[in-house]
């Protein structure tokens, strides 16, 4: 199954967050089929960036999101 999840990047207690569509079964910092947005929730205004077009299209060939994505994004 395909989902849509965050992968960690940053550095130690400065987390900054990819949003990215991956096999279910991998790692979570494991490899990912694309990449479409961020998350930053150290900065000041928690600053996000997500590409609705891609998102609603792995959302329609039946990509499930992660409880956290579904959190951060309001769908």
Sequence with gaps: MT???LTRM???KKPFYRIVVTDSRKRRDGGWIESIGYYNPVSP???MKI???RLNYWLSVGAQMSD???KITGK
């Design 51 to 53: 590409d609705e077009e």
């Design 3 to 5: 989902v849509i999840r």
């Design 10 to 12: 940053g550095r130690k």
């Design 68 to 70: 956290r994505v579904k």
């Design 45 to 47: 205004n928690k600053d």
